[in-house]
């Protein structure tokens, strides 16, 4: 079955920098990949998603990129804020084929004011 | 309107006991899924529905639990003879898929802790 792998599992940056946090995953009929942020004991919501047939996708301080060669996704926020301090899932699936997800391990994100 | 709602949001049971825990999905999602989140850890897939028909449920750790979602709006997790290793924060979501799109709603989740 499909595998994902998540890096950083610790992140702690400074307010106003950018963090980086990458996904790999394993198998290649894998066409859509969403990430969620969850806040402490809440639930996770997602933030942005791209599909296999885009290689970049942005919302205001956040992107994504997608590298299908390669099998993996990166998630990118700008300008980090304190409210930006969550945990981040990656997660990926085959659509139409499978809608079960599998997501990574998790990237705990400090953003520090 | 109104988002995924789960309950009890805590549950405290003794080594033994049976479980129910219950998931209220957005109205009109075809999908709902179950996960089982470890502390620190991401989502383990559980088991899946799309309408009542339970489509995989290849993710349920063993036959002590059981999903149902008889009328294909809530449904129903059910643990037995419940173990320590099972205290876990069970998560619900529901979505409408849309082509290779499928963005799931998540519930606040039952923290599920076995003495």
């Known amino acids: 079955g499909e595998n994902v792998e998540q890096h950083p599992s610790t992140l702690s940056v400074q307010e106003g920098d950018s963090a980086v946090i990458k996904c790999t995953y394993s198998?290649?009929?894998?066409?859509?990949f969403p990430w969620y942020k969850q806040e402490l004991g809440k639930r996770p919501q997602l933030i942005i998603d791209i599909r296999s047939n885009v290689g970049e996708k942005k919302d205001q301080r956040i992107a994504v990129t997608l590298n299908k060669t390669a099998k993996h996704f990166s998630l990118h926020i700008t300008e980090t804020q304190p409210e930006d301090s969550a945990v981040y899932f990656c997660a990926a699936s085959k659509g139409k084929r499978s809608y079960i997800p599998t997501f990574g391990r998790g990237t705990s994100l400090i953003v520090h004011p | 309107g109104a988002g995924v709602s789960q309950s009890p949001r805590y549950k405290v049971a003794k080594r033994g006991q049976d479980v129910a825990l219950r998931c209220d999905p957005i109205?009109?999602?075809?999908?709902l899924f179950w996960y089982q989140q470890a502390l620190g850890q991401g989502p383990e897939f559980l088991t899946y529905f799309q309408n009542e028909a339970q489509l995989d449920k290849s993710g349920l750790p063993s036959d002590r639990f059981f999903a149902e979602r008889p009328e294909g709006s809530v449904s129903t997790l059910k643990i037995q003879r419940t173990q320590q290793e099972d205290s876990a924060v069970y998560l619900c979501a529901s979505s409408r898929p849309r082509g290779d799109t499928d963005t799931q709603y998540f519930g606040p989740g039952t923290r599920l802790t076995v003495l």
């Open positions: 109205s009109g999602h075809v999908s």
């Open positions: 198998d290649s009929a894998s066409n859509y």
